[in-house]
């Protein structure tokens, strides 16, 4: 089982900028990916990006592609997520989860076993 710490949520006005961080622990050695998530009240829990630990790949939605770039530390022990040129509907609960997949499928809730508890993300125009 893999332990996940997010930090790094708070509320920015539109335009702005914000860094999560996750930090894995315990048996990571069992896993090669780490995605974030998020989930907005009354929606569906959603990929946003995703990181191939081995080989540092990076996937993206679409609402991510620009804006967003996940990059991992730690030797894969620690992903991060910048944020940057916020919107509106960015608001959501963001959560770390961390899984053994190998790209396909990277944004779907049902291929990772261990998640964190999330954190808070709030922009406000």
């Known amino acids: 089982q893999v332990q996940l710490l997010e930090s790094g949520g708070g509320s920015v006005q539109v335009g702005g900028s914000l860094r999560l961080s996750c930090v894995a622990s315990?048996?990571?050695?069992?896993?090669?990916?780490m995605t974030w998530f998020r989930q907005a009240p009354g929606k569906e829990r959603e990929g946003v990006a995703g990181i191939h630990i081995p080989t540092h790949t990076a996937y993206y939605d679409d609402s991510a592609k620009g804006r967003f770039t996940i990059s991992q530390d730690n030797g894969g022990d620690t992903v991060h997520l910048i944020m940057n040129n916020l919107k509106v509907e960015d608001t959501a609960m963001y959560y770390c989860?961390?899984?053994?997949?190998?790209?396909?499928?990277?944004?779907?809730?049902?291929?990772?076993?261990?998640w964190g508890q999330g954190t808070q993300v709030t922009i406000s125009s």
């Open positions: 989860a961390r899984g053994l997949l190998y790209g396909k499928d990277w944004n779907q809730p049902g291929q990772y076993n261990d």
């Open positions: 315990g048996h990571t050695y069992s896993t090669n990916f």
